[in-house]
């Protein structure tokens, strides 16, 4: 077949698949199993993800009178929804919108934070973080150092949204967190669900280092769980292994770990194979031994994010892995991920490292 006729049936598939699935997910949110340790006899309440957001920000901001929150369109809730009537609760000088630039709102957050104040800056996409990137990479990342531990900016946090979201093409769907994984200074989070997404996000607030909270838009309004109503944070750098196994060691973050968790139950089920599963959460700094143990347990290890597959981070967790863990691996290590191109509109679904991909690099490993 002529390379242009299959290029002609693959748009034309494609064209038909993307109609049929235009705004669906391609995973099934799974909700946590397990509440992290000492939440288990908190008061609960069944919130989504942009509503655990709002959550976590009006108690940061009620237990800190320092705290601001500002960027694009927060004061009447955000594109979002994810500050919803937080401008009501605590006034125009606490929460306000700012002009359409991204790298002054960092810079902005920068100063606010640097004078002692809590800077909880919103980037409303984070495809439009890079006009912030001087900023956040040789600013903020670099304030406490170049001191000489004088001065920081550690009370700063910028929220921005990540990862597909079924519709976005290239402009709505990056998943950029390896762009800064490459600078010391800044923490990197990404949560896979409500539960997780408030308890993260205060922590990262009341961090004494700047952070980057990354947000899975399409978890807004599709995750939903009991999320406990308190006061309540979970450590940065720490992994969690959301389902265990003997066999092979999955590791992944933010919409991610859904997918790896249906590829691992088809794998149980086709396969009969124990697939372990680890849900990163914070990507800077990486809880590296929690991945090692497991690696040193199941022999094998496979990596999967939505980002392209030329250096993602997955590419620093393979490394470090095949470093610590050379006389462990049964099989070579291997990535599933996105490809190296800009993230498409109609061809998405072939994009997208989705549960048979995974499934796929699962089989080949467990038969090497």
Same mark, same amino acid.
């Given at each position: 077949?002529?390379?242009?006729?299959?290029?002609?049936?693959?748009?034309?598939?494609?064209?038909?698949?993307?109609?049929?699935?235009? *705004?669906?997910?391609?995973?099934?949110?799974?909700?946590?199993?397990?509440?992290?340790?000492?939440?288990?006899?908190?008061?609960?309440?069944?919130?989504?993800?942009?509503?655990?957001?709002?959550?976590?920000?009006?108690?940061?901001?009620?237990?800190?009178?320092?705290?601001?929150?500002?960027?694009?369109?927060?004061?009447?809730? *955000?594109?979002?929804?994810?500050?919803?009537?937080?401008?009501?609760?605590?006034?125009?000088?606490?929460? %306000?919108?700012?002009?359409?630039?991204?790298?002054?709102?960092?810079?902005?957050?920068?100063?606010?934070?640097?004078?002692?104040?809590?800077?909880?800056?919103?980037?409303?996409?984070?495809?439009?973080? %890079?006009?912030?990137?001087?900023? @956040?990479?040789?600013?903020?990342?670099?304030?406490?150092?170049?001191?000489?531990?004088?001065?920081?900016?550690?009370?700063l946090t910028v929220r921005t949204t990540w990862g597909a979201v079924g519709h976005g093409a290239l402009y709505h769907s990056q998943s950029p967190e390896a762009n800064f994984t490459h600078t010391p200074g800044l923490k990197l989070v990404v949560p896979r669900g409500p539960i997780q997404a408030k308890g993260l996000l205060l922590s990262c607030i009341r961090d004494p280092n700047p952070c980057i909270f990354f947000e899975p838009k399409i978890l807004y309004r599709l995750a939903a769980e009991d999320v406990p109503t308190g006061d309540y944070t979970i450590p940065l750098g720490?992994?969690?292994?959301?389902?265990?196994?003997?066999?092979?060691?999955?590791?992944?973050?933010?919409?991610?770990?859904?997918?790896?968790?249906?590829?691992?139950?088809?794998?149980?089920?086709?396969?009969?194979?124990?697939?372990?599963?680890?849900?990163?959460?914070?990507?800077?700094?990486?809880?590296?031994?929690?991945?090692?143990?497991?690696?040193?347990?199941?022999?094998? @290890?496979?990596?999967?994010?939505?980002?392209?597959?030329?250096?993602? %981070?997955?590419?620093?967790?393979?490394?470090?892995?095949?470093?610590?863990?050379?006389?462990?691996?049964?099989?070579?290590?291997?990535?599933?991920?996105?490809?190296?191109?800009?993230?498409?509109?109609?061809?998405?679904?072939?994009?997208?490292?989705?549960?048979?991909?995974?499934?796929?690099?699962?089989?080949?490993?467990?038969?090497?």
């Amino acid at each position: 077949m002529s390379s242009s006729r299959a290029l002609s049936l693959l748009s034309k598939h494609a064209t038909t698949l993307s109609t049929s699935t235009r *705004g669906k997910a391609h995973f099934t949110f799974q909700p946590s199993t397990t509440l992290p340790s000492g939440l288990e006899s908190m008061e609960k309440s069944k919130m989504n993800l942009m509503q655990s957001v709002n959550e976590a920000m009006r108690i940061a901001m009620e237990t800190d009178d320092s705290a601001v929150l500002f960027g694009e369109d927060v004061a009447f809730g *955000g594109v979002f929804r994810c500050s919803l009537d937080l401008q009501k609760k605590f006034g125009k000088d606490r929460v %306000f919108n700012t002009p359409l630039c991204e790298q002054g709102i960092a810079g902005f957050g920068i100063g606010v934070a640097a004078a002692g104040a809590t800077a909880i800056a919103e980037i409303q996409f984070g495809d439009y973080i %890079f006009p912030a990137y001087d900023q @956040l990479v040789n600013e903020a990342a670099k304030f406490r150092y170049r001191s000489g531990n004088q001065f920081d900016c550690g009370k700063l946090t910028v929220r921005t949204t990540w990862g597909a979201v079924g519709h976005g093409a290239l402009y709505h769907s990056q998943s950029p967190e390896a762009n800064f994984t490459h600078t010391p200074g800044l923490k990197l989070v990404v949560p896979r669900g409500p539960i997780q997404a408030k308890g993260l996000l205060l922590s990262c607030i009341r961090d004494p280092n700047p952070c980057i909270f990354f947000e899975p838009k399409i978890l807004y309004r599709l995750a939903a769980e009991d999320v406990p109503t308190g006061d309540y944070t979970i450590p940065l750098g720490q992994a969690e292994t959301v389902r265990s196994g003997k066999d092979l060691t999955l590791v992944a973050w933010g919409t991610q770990v859904h997918v790896a968790l249906e590829a691992a139950q088809l794998a149980k089920e086709k396969l009969n194979a124990d697939v372990e599963v680890i849900d990163l959460q914070t990507i800077q700094p990486w809880d590296e031994d929690h991945v090692v143990e497991s690696v040193q347990k199941t022999g094998r @290890l496979i990596v999967t994010h939505e980002a392209p597959i030329s250096s993602g %981070f997955g590419a620093e967790i393979t490394s470090t892995v095949q470093k610590r863990c050379f006389l462990n691996l049964e099989s070579p290590i291997e990535r599933v991920a996105g490809y190296d191109t800009p993230f498409p509109h109609v061809h998405e679904p072939f994009y997208l490292p989705t549960v048979h991909r995974v499934f796929d690099a699962i089989k080949k490993s467990v038969n090497y």
